[in-house]
Every structure is written in C-alpha cells, then in structure tokens.
C-alpha cells in the first residue's frame, strides 16, 4: 500500500464508505492520511477510580468485573450494565443503546474507559463511556489511553472509524520518500515523512503533532515557492522595455488635475514610474482602499510609458467600468494628444488626439488593426476581449483593475505576441496579506495608497430593520431633493423559482415599487446584467449626468463605478453579501465632498447575521474588514483562494508569515543552486504537478 492507492483497494473501505468519504474529497490513501484531525483529546492521563467524583471528566483504566445486557425498556431502548476496577476501587457503568458490547467486551477484560461521571440514587456511575480493551503497549491503543485525533465529522464518518481505517493503513504503509533535500532539512527538526504522518494522527505529544504538521505545510509552501519563483525567474530573464521618466510631462499632468495628488499617491506613482525605467519587467500591485484614488495613477502609468512609444492596455472587470475608464482616463489624458481606445462587446470606439473631449465609434476590425500598428497608445476594455483578440505592435504596460487573480498564467498568455515582455501593473481594494503576496501572488512589489483623498466624510453606515423602511425611503427623498443621488442594491434581477421560495429582493419589482409608490416623482432607473448593452450605456450615461435620481441595480455596480455626486447607497438583502463586497458596495458613495451614507437591509434577526452586518458599521476601511473576515471565514473564502487548488492544511498556514518567509528562503536557495532542479527529480515532478494543477488566474 503506498500514497497512490486508491480507497477501493484499502480493507475494510466497501462501497458504503467511499462513497462518504468521496463527499469529504477523499478518495486514496493520500487524501486519507492528510485529512488531519481538527484537534486531539488528551486520554493519556488516567484517574485512579476512586478520585471519581460527579460531573467529572476521566480516563480509567480498570479490570471488567462484570458485564451483562440488563433488561430492554420502551421496546428499542437496550442497556448494558458492567462494573470496572482498579487498585483503588470500583465502580458501576451504563451503556444504553450499544448491545453489540456484550459481545466485544468479556468479564475480566482490561479495558480503558473515558467520559464524564454521572449520579443516580445509588451514587455515581459511568454513564454511556467510549470504550477500547487494553494493549501491551500504548502504540496499539487507538481510541483511549493516549492522545488520540478528533477529526471533522460528516454524517456517516465518525471519528471512531477514522481512527481506526487511518491507523490500519498507517501500519500497511510502505516507506515514504523523503521529496525536501538534505540540506533544507538540516537545522529543522523535522520528523521524516512516515513518522510525521504517524504523529499527526497518534501523536506521543501535542508538540510533535505541531511540529510534524509544520513539516508538511512547509513542504507544501516550499513546492509552491518553487513553482512560483522558478516562474518569476523566467520571466525576469525576459526583457521589458525601459520607460524613461520625463517629469516634465509628469508635472505637466499633475498639475492639469482639478486636485491635487495625496502624498500616498505621490509615493506609489514614484514608485510605479521608477520601476518602469528598469530593463526587466515591473511586478507590481497598487493596493489602495476604495476611492483612495488608484486609476489617476494608472493614468500617470499610462502616460508614460505612450511618451516613450508604447502601448498600454487596461483591464477592467466590467463593461460598465470599462466605460468610466475609457471616459475618465481618456479625459486625464486629453492634454496630451494621445490615442486611446474602447474595446468592449457592444461598441468600440476610440479617442483621437484631434478630438480629446469626443469620441468616435469605429469598427472592431480598424481598432484592432490600429492596436497591431502601435497607433493607438491605449486599449481600455475587459478580460475578456482583450486576452482573446487584441495583437499590440508595441505593448509596454497591462494594467488589470480590481482583479487580483490575475498572474502568472495570464501574463505567459500575452508574452507570445511581443518580443518583450510588458510590465504588470494590478490595482486592487483587497488588501493583501503579506503571506500571499508573497506566495500565490508571486513575490509582488507593493505599492500602497494609505490615505483617502482630502474632504472626505466618512461614510455613515446604519443596519435597517423592516420596520425603519419607511424612515429610511423619507431620508432618501431628502436627499434627493438636496441634489444628490442614490444605488439601491438587490440581490437579484427576477424572482425565479429558487430566488422566489427564499423571499429575495429582486431589481425588477423595487424598481417598479419605488418608481411608482414610494418616489413616483422622481427617475428611478434599473441596471442589471442581462440588459442589452446600449441600454446599460444608456442608464449609466443618464445616471452620471444627474438625470436618473435612484438607480436599481445587482451586484454588477460592485467594483470601481465613480459617481462622485452619489451620497447614498442602499443594500437589500444585505445578509447575502461578504462582507468584502459590502465594502465594495459602500465606496460607490463617499467619493466626493458631500457627507454619504450606507444603509443595510435585511429581515434577518439572527444575531450572528447582525454582528456581521454591523461589523461594517464599525471598520472603517477595508484593512481592518479583510481582518474581521479572515477571523470569520478564514483565508480562502476571502480572497478566493480556495479555488486554486491549494490543500487546505497548507491554506491555513498561509497566514503564518515565519513558515512562509523559511520556505521561501529555501526554494529562493534550492533555485539559485539548480534552477531546473536537475538534481532533485522528485521536487521536479511535483513542480511540473503543480504547474497543471495550481489555478493562479
Ligand atoms: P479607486 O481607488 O477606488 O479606483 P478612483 O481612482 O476611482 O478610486 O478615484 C475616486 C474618486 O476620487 C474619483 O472621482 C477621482 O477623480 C477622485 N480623486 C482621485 N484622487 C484624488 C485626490 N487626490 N483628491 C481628490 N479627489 C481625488
Ligand atoms: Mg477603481
């Protein structure tokens, strides 16, 4: 029996089991081995019987002076009945419910009995206690008399049975091979494979289970480190091009804005630009809360690196976005005579330097062949669209907005259609722990805005009950009236079969109820993502504009949409968002100087649900939001990590920065030495795994 063995071969596992166990993603001996228990019990100490005392919890190990199946009452109700000593006394024992007892357990049977005291008239007794026979040695115990793992139980898989199929295979289990060099491993203290994996699950002390641990999420983090950096080595042996930094035209720029830059922002675009001089392609992540102000520096970028006669292209997560950046970048550039372009899947338009304030619709065909030519300095536009079909004569720079999995894979995707390689810049409201940045993100520099723009108010953020409804669509016409404007977010577009049972709010009938009961006098909108695109173009345009009031919309204003005049921003069914997203959701408003307000609807009174909510109220900025929500829901679920194929024991170890920076050190060591690993077949073989299995996009 090795690793690779699958379960239907293991004894004892019949169909019954592994199906359960396929529902826990287990499906070999490997998968089994590295379910790790979710805590340990502590059975290794034991109480002489005659320290029992009520409500105590215990381990007693004693002789079975009796065991019999007493009576049977209330028809499927069985008990059994025993009485155990030890050199101190004896006492009494109940089971109810496990007649197959009588038949495992025999009188004058040594055994190991844990759980707690109980009392009855007669005094106290051993009420239901697990039970294991004694063993010559505590290496055969398996459920008593030791520390023994308790691992996370599904319906079906006890921790019982886990205990005893994992110690089974345990014991059948050929040699490991041993994939961390020597020298790695020198200084460590790290038990070999087999012996970790023995010490994981029947630990001699919680410490060796720790350690032994450590031991595989550091290899885990080391496999992934060298797979990650034997990338970022590939891709620095590839030339970018140098972009000289011209701070006149720099001046120029900053001082064309109706504002003046933050120092944060002063900071990052230095660092930004100066990192665009270097030959070697620029790695770099602009970490900004939401409206701290990002895309003026993505600007800046772009500028840039269009003197120097290169292209840029601009990622956005939306169309919608694409839209605002096509219009907002395309005006911060206006001055400087550039061309830029729209590509997105209803309407391609591009801005010519003729006409900086207009712009022109063109044909996919000539825009694209524009791109090819190097005639257009910058192509805004999606994903998508623009990984699929865009050819640049003469990329410089990808700039991706509010999509931080985007990485390795996708920049190999843009290296064949040029010679040189473009520098990366990512922008992104998520802050990211140091820990990925460092490993899924690949060793990225980081760059960060920590300040919000002068003037701003911070955003007054309220959970609404049902009944404060009516108060709150008053405050609304209030504002309205007072000239600003307002998002109402539904979860849903339609009710539908699903969405109906569960009483969900849906953008079709608030807009109907609002536009016509609660604000029939004011211009109510509708956004959603099944709309037809012009028609999208079309509300945003008049929202921008002022001349819709309250605008009904999904989650598709999620991200990046700027409508400085918006003062409020309302969430039905707010429970039903993270609260990353919620976060998200509030940065809509607040982006100019008019005081701006966030309100939370749920029908929800559960208060799990309304500590949540109201944990927004109280963090003010996405820093100490992403740490609530790492506290909540652990690392994978905010950062949509638990995609990418990571295991999940190394996953919970991504936040551990000294394990982190150890591997990091030693796969930075191990690649200096050997870059294909040529020596190491093994370490090779897991990294080219990796390669096909890591989900890095
Ligand atoms: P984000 O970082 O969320 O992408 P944006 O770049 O969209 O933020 O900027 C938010 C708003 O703040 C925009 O309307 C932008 O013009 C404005 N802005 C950016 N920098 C400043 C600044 N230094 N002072 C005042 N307003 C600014
Ligand atoms: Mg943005």
Redesign the pocket.
């Known amino acids: 029996m090795n690793l690779a063995t699958l379960l239907s071969q293991v004894p004892r596992v019949g169909p019954v089991y592994q199906k359960r166990l396929k529902n826990l993603r287990i499906t070999s001996v490997r998968d089994l081995l590295f379910y790790f228990p979710r805590g340990y019990e502590d059975f290794s100490n034991i109480t002489p019987i005659v320290n029992l005392k009520e409500g105590m919890s215990f381990c007693v190990r004693g002789k079975l002076l009796e065991i019999q199946e007493a009576r049977t009452f209330r028809k499927r109700m069985s008990l059994t009945t025993g009485l155990v000593e030890d050199k101190t006394g004896a006492v009494r024992i109940l089971w109810f419910n496990q007649p197959y007892l009588v038949t495992s357990l025999k009188q004058g049977d040594e055994v190991y009995l844990a759980g707690k005291v109980v009392r009855d008239k007669q005094g106290i007794f051993l009420g239901n206690p697990v039970q294991e026979k004694a063993q010559n040695s505590t290496f055969e115990l398996t459920h008593l008399g030791r520390i023994v793992p308790v691992y996370a139980e599904t319906s079906g898989v006890s921790s019982r049975w886990l205990r005893s199929i994992i110690k089974s295979v345990l014991v059948q289990l050929e040699g490991i091979l041993e994939t961390l060099p020597q020298e790695i491993l020198k200084g460590k203290n790290f038990p070999a494979p087999q012996k970790a994996l023995w010490q994981i699950h029947f630990p001699d002390s919680i410490k060796e289970a720790e350690n032994s641990r450590n031991r595989f999420a550091f290899e885990e983090l080391f496999h992934i480190l060298l797979f990650i950096l034997s990338e970022r080595k590939k891709i620095a042996s590839i030339k970018a091009p140098p972009i000289p930094l011209d701070t006149a035209v720099m001046s120029r720029f900053t001082k064309k804005?109706s504002?003046?830059?933050?120092d944060s922002?002063k900071k990052a675009a230095w660092q930004v630009l100066k990192d665009l001089e270097q030959p070697r392609p620029m790695n770099r992540l602009l970490e900004?809360?939401?409206?701290?102000?990002?895309?003026?520096v993505a600007a800046m970028a772009a500028l840039s690196v269009a003197k120097a006669g290169y292209q840029t292209v601009f990622m956005a997560p939306t169309e919608i976005l694409s839209q605002q950046h096509f219009k907002?970048v395309g005006a911060l550039l206006s001055p400087f005579k550039l061309t830029v372009g729209l590509l997105t899947g209803s309407s391609d338009r591009f801005i010519s330097p003729k006409l900086p304030n207009d712009s022109i619709e063109v044909s996919r065909t000539k825009l694209l062949k524009m791109a090819l030519e190097g005639k257009v300095n910058l192509i805004i536009g999606t994903h998508a669209l623009i990984q699929e079909k865009v050819r640049f004569g003469n990329l410089g720079l990808v700039i991706i907005?509010e999509q931080h999995r985007f990485g390795i894979k996708q920049r190999a995707k843009l290296l064949h259609r040029s010679t040189l390689i473009p520098h990366l810049l990512s922008?992104t409201?998520t802050p990211i722990p140091r820990t990925l940045a460092l490993t899924v993100y690949g060793d990225l520099d980081l760059s960060l805005?920590a300040e919000l723009?002068?003037?701003r108010k911070e955003i007054i953020t309220k959970v609404v009950a049902p009944e404060e409804r009516k108060q709150t669509y008053s405050f609304i016409a209030k504002e309205v009236k007072a000239g600003r404007q307002v998002f109402v977010i539904c979860p849903r577009i339609e009710k539908t079969e699903e969405s109906g049972a569960l009483e969900m709010k849906t953008v079709k009938e608030e807009h109907e109820k609002l536009s016509k009961e609660i604000f029939p006098k004011l211009n109510v909108g509708m956004l959603h993502g099944k709309m037809p695109k012009t028609e999208k173009e079309e509300v945003m345009r008049k929202f921008r504009m002022g001349k819709i009031h309250i605008l009904v919309s999904t989650s598709v204003v999620e991200v990046?949409v700027?409508i400085?005049n918006a003062s409020v921003m309302l969430i039905e069914g707010a429970e039903r968002f993270g609260l990353a997203q919620l976060h998200q959701f509030r940065?809509r408003v607040g982006?100019?100087e008019h005081q701006s307000y966030c309100f939370l609807l749920t029908e929800s009174s559960s208060s799990g649900i309304l500590s949540r909510l109201r944990a927004l109220s109280s963090a003010k900025n996405g820093f100490e939001l992403a740490e609530l929500d790492l506290k909540l829901r652990g690392v994978g679920s905010f950062t949509g990590t638990k995609q990418w194929g990571v295991p999940d024991f190394a996953m919970t170890q991504l936040t551990n920065l000294k394990l982190v920076e150890e591997a990091r050190e030693a796969a930075k060591n191990l690649l200096e030495k050997d870059i294909a690993l040529k020596k190491y077949p093994l370490l090779k073989a897991r990294v080219q795994e990796l390669r096909s299995n890591l989900h890095l996009e």
């Open positions: 804005l504002f003046q830059l933050t922002q900004g809360d939401v409206g701290s102000g990002k895309t003026v907002s907005d922008l409201a805005i723009p002068k003037g990046g700027d400085p940065g982006r100019a």
